[in-house]
């Protein structure tokens, strides 16, 4: 199965929903195929990745009888939906677990996004004392220009500064490219966890 025959297959399994929702989670799908496309992996390869079109749509529409939609707060019946459950008796379990997951991503990043500021501080902390101590033969040159005799032991010091800080300016780089990759991976999270709660919204 190719690409094409997969994303026809989907789009039809998921005919029920709503055509926003459809699109948005169409619109997800495309975007695998052209990660993959680009990491140099074949459509086939990807369709086998991704699995049963048909069962990938039951696990869209199987956890739900009816869709979260406006319309049924005015008793009419959204394209595509032949159930006719009341929204007091299908709405009130999405809103209880939306509203749960949206609090419980508040109260999380309040303990993360402070956490994650102490973490970029150390590691601008890291990069600061690498560069004082690379350029600290500077500040010994200033200094015997200014305060008088030039001292053996002052100029190992500096020597010893320089090499600390260029050890400290390689763990820096290793630490800023994780400090990176961590707060990527923690925002992409919380747009995954808030895009899934409104698609089944």
Not at 141 to 154: D, I, R, T
Request: net charge negative.
């Amino acid at each position: 199965m190719n690409k094409s025959e997969f994303i026809s297959l989907l789009s039809n399994h998921l005919s029920a929903l709503p055509p926003e929702e459809r699109n948005e989670l169409m619109e997800d799908y495309e975007a695998h195929f052209a990660f993959g496309l680009q990491n140099g992996k074949t459509e086939e390869e990807i369709v086998r990745e991704l699995g049963d079109p048909a069962e990938l749509a039951q696990e869209a529409l199987g956890n739900r009888s009816v869709p979260l939609n406006p319309l049924y707060w005015f008793g009419e019946q959204p394209q595509g939906q032949t159930s006719t459950a009341p929204p007091e008796t299908s709405d009130i379990p999405y809103r209880k677990a939306a509203s749960a997951i949206y609090a419980g991503l508040f109260f999380l990043n309040l303990v993360m996004l402070p956490l994650l500021a102490v973490i970029w501080a150390f590691g601008l902390a890291l990069v600061l004392a690498a560069v004082s101590g690379m350029i600290s033969p500077v500040f010994l040159v200033l200094e015997y220009v200014f305060n008088g005799p030039f001292l053996p032991a002052k100029a190992f010091a500096a020597l010893t500064m320089v090499g600390i800080g260029i050890f400290l300016a390689m763990g820096s780089r290793r630490a800023f490219s994780g400090i990176i990759k961590l707060s990527a991976s923690y925002w992409a999270w919380n747009v995954r966890v808030a895009k899934g709660v409104k698609i089944n919204e």
